[in-house]
């Protein structure tokens, strides 16, 4: 709505960051929306300075900008034009409920912005989190073809979010609006010692600093729901009036950093996608299925029965096993001090794991270990159980998965790719369908998609275009904030 600040330029600049295979424009629009101001609220006084925001937004990045009149936006006046109301439940709480009809300004003033520029990219800041989340609706449920894209909020020296209405402060309210951010800062971190809020506690404080509250309330991040089991990502939002300006403050409360789980069937390409999606986003890489593998292969070399349950119990007594990472970002894998990296590909291992992996004392170790590594987040997995036993909390759970035949295909140009004996690709198909039944059939940990996770199909996809939908999904799933303070 015009004033621009840095938190204005971050979205405008934000395109230089996506991967694009097409030249793009950045079309930055200012309009102030009458609809989203209530009765007795700022339009009047609301700063306009369209000479110094094209000033802005140039130097950040911006193709074009576009200011449309009133008239563009409501050609036929506001009584005499069609409005958008926005889901009751969406603004049920938080920002809706004390701004009556703000919200269906909103969604009705970025329809009409929509389908006059008709963009393939719609980038919105977090800061206002409630106007995201309806966005990102408004778009799904009219099926608009474009992809929405958020931007961390951007703060100050001080850990105040830029607002245009910071600019209505006296000196003393600006001190009390660093108290305000840097105590809901402080909550977090609170939060993450203790795993608990006391949001009374959280308001007197706020009140003591000349602070009227007008809500603050934990909510869940997508469906805008009061919560009363706080949960990793947690939105704690606030809204207070410093003086006669309304400004509103949020926080993720975290507990860890994100975890994402991607389970799916053997051959489905999740170890290749897994490794670049996790390097994209500077997750730790962790391959639950090597750790099986190594465990197998280390009862081959023992030359350890496979239904010998005693003795597979006292080689876990004693079993050490480590993952490393390459000087080139390669995960190596280490069991009794031995580098079993590539043995464990071998296909007498590929023919037992299978077996091995539903052995109960084998899951038990190998998953307290993989909760163990994973206990502070900030990692990508992959396996079998990922979603369902190892991370069922996971931000973001996938289940990668491909037909038979094309697994078939891609495990043959693997094999011939390190130079193995490539049977009948045929025979490969029976051995892959078969290995499915197995691991979906065993008792302990059976392969299943996690009721929440998403199903991704990889056939005719190469492994790049893969890659990309699970960065698209991940920022869907997980706010950039939360992600880039990783």
């Not at 563009?72 to 006046?77: K, V």
């Not at 970025?110 to 408004?138: A, H, Y």
Request: glycine residues 6%; hydrophobic residues 35%.
């Amino acid at each position: 709505m015009g004033s621009l600040h840095k938190g204005h330029s971050s979205l405008i600049s934000a395109p230089k960051n996506i991967k694009l295979n097409k030249p793009f424009k950045v079309i930055t629009s200012i309009f102030i929306n009458p609809l989203q101001f209530g009765k007795n609220e700022d339009f009047e006084k609301y700063p306009r300075t369209i000479d110094k925001d094209c000033e802005v937004a140039e130097e950040a990045g911006a193709s074009a900008i576009w200011a449309p009149s009133f008239e563009d936006i409501f050609p036929g006046g506001l009584s005499n034009t069609c409005q958008v109301k926005a889901p009751s439940d969406l603004q049920k709480y938080l920002c809706g409920f004390h701004r009556n009809g703000h919200f269906d300004g909103v969604a009705t003033v970025v329809t009409r912005l929509l389908s006059l520029v008709r963009p393939e990219i719609l980038i919105l800041g977090e800061k206002d989190w409630q106007q995201l989340i309806i966005l990102r609706k408004l778009i799904s449920d009219l099926g608009l073809p474009i992809k929405v894209l958020s931007v961390a909020t951007v703060r100050d020296e001080n850990g105040i979010p830029y607002s245009s209405r910071n600019n209505y402060l006296t000196k003393s309210e600006k001190k009390n609006l660093i108290f305000f951010s840097q105590t809901l800062k402080n909550t977090n971190k609170k939060f993450k010692l203790e795993g608990k809020l006391n949001n009374t506690e959280l308001k007197n404080e706020l009140i003591k600093h000349d602070l009227k509250v007008e809500y603050i309330e934990a909510v869940d991040p997508f469906t805008l729901q009061p919560t009363n089991a706080i949960k990793n990502h947690t939105l704690l939002a606030a809204a207070v009036r410093c003086g006669n300006t309304r400004l509103i403050d949020h926080t993720f409360l975290m507990t860890r950093k994100p975890v994402v789980a991607i389970d799916g069937p053997a051959g489905a390409g999740k170890s290749t996608v897994t490794k670049l999606f996790a390097k994209r986003l500077q997750l730790i890489y962790l391959d639950t299925g090597s750790m099986y593998r190594a465990v197998t292969w280390l009862i081959q070399k023992e030359n350890i029965d496979p239904n010998d349950e005693q003795r597979i119990r006292k080689l876990l007594e004693n079993l050490q096993l480590e993952l490393k990472f390459s000087d080139s970002g390669n995960q190596i894998i280490i069991i009794n001090k031995l580098d079993a990296t590539d043995a464990i590909r071998e296909q007498t291992v590929t023919n037992l794991v299978s077996t091995i992996a539903s052995n109960v004392d084998v899951r038990k170790a190998l998953t307290t270990q993989q909760k163990q590594i994973g206990s502070d987040g900030g990692l990508v997995a992959e396996g079998r159980d990922i979603g369902t036993t190892v991370f069922p909390d996971a931000e973001l759970k996938i289940f990668l998965t491909a037909s038979p035949k094309e697994r078939a295909r891609r495990r043959r140009d693997d094999l011939i790719q390190r130079g193995q004996i490539v049977e009948d690709i045929k025979i490969i198909e029976k051995q892959i369908i078969e290995r499915d039944y197995k691991d979906s059939s065993r008792k302990v940990s059976p392969l299943r998609k996690a009721d929440d996770a998403i199903e991704v199909i990889t056939d005719g996809m190469d492994i790049e275009k893969v890659v990309n939908e699970l960065v698209e999904l991940f920022r869907l799933n997980v706010p950039q904030e939360v992600w880039s303070s990783h």
